[in-house]
T-cell receptor, first 111, second 111 residues
Framework: NAGVTQTPKFRVLKTGQSMTLLCAQD?????MYWYRQDPGMGLRLIHY???????AKGEVPDGYNVSRLKKQNFLLGLESAAPSQTSVYFC??????????FGPGTRLTVT | RKEVEQDPGPFNVPEGATVAFNCTYS??????FFWYRQDCRKEPKLLMS???SGNEDGRFTAQLNRASQYISLLIRDSKLSDSATYLC????????????FGGGTRVLVKP
């Protein structure tokens, strides 16, 4: 039982490049979330999903897209990376909108 | 004003001492409250939920004051392993039933 896993762990992008972050969970959770964490800002919700095939915007969705084609996977895409997207990205999943289980994070630097 | 505010610290605590810190929230409709723990460069993990009557989990005690809109966490007999950042988390229907994270309070326990 791996819990929540994220791929990749680290990435450096140049401005304008695109990439996809993958989140996978093996707990059969309905809810999945993508957050970014910046110093002094706390965790901010980017997008979330309440079930397979559904997605919704969170607090800071601009510049990101998501997809949830399979229940266990939640993808976060950056179409044209900007330096402001340098951050640590965490994926989380949960049974309900209460306790969330987090992945180990992806450290992204955009130069 | 941030929805969930915390003193960033750090709180420097001698081993064996007691430390307490608060978190304030702005949304009076908030319904659920949690403390998460985050170790350096790691993912957040649920420490404990906070109930209206207050609750204890070993050396940790959480309190909720709805009238003044704050929650507190007290750590007794601090251990070196308690060094971490403690995140205050609030859930409210007004926020689409999603979790809102505070910026965290850093605690450093020293020998």
């Amino acid at each position: 039982n791996a819990g929540v896993t994220q791929t990749p762990k680290f990435r450096v992008l140049k401005t304008g490049q695109s990439m996809t972050l993958l989140c996978a969970q093996d707990m059969n959770h309905e809810y999945m979330y993508w957050y970014r964490q910046d110093p002094g800002m706390g965790l901010r919700l980017i997008h979330y999903s309440v079930g397979e095939g559904t997605t919704a915007k969170g607090e800071v969705p601009d510049g990101y897209n998501v997809s949830r084609l399979k229940k266990q996977n939640f993808l976060l895409g950056l179409e044209s990376a900007a330096p402001s997207q340098t951050s640590v990205y965490f994926c989380a999943s949960s049974w309900t909108e209460r306790e969330q289980y987090f992945g180990p994070g992806t450290r992204l630097t955009v130069t | 004003r941030k929805e969930v505010e915390q003193d960033p610290g750090p709180f420097n605590v001698p081993e064996g001492a007691t430390v307490a810190f608060n978190c304030t929230y702005s949304n009076s409709a908030s319904q659920s409250f949690f403390w998460y723990r985050q170790d350096c460069r790691k993912e957040p993990k649920l420490l404990m939920s906070v109930y209206s009557s207050g609750n204890e989990d070993g050396r940790f005690t959480a309190q909720l004051n709805r009238a003044s809109q704050y929650i507190s966490l007290l750590i007794r007999d601090s251990k070196l392993s308690d060094s971490a950042t403690y995140l205050c988390v609030v859930n409210s229907k007004a926020a689409g039933n999603k979790l809102t994270f505070g910026g965290g309070t850093r605690v450093l326990v020293k020998p």
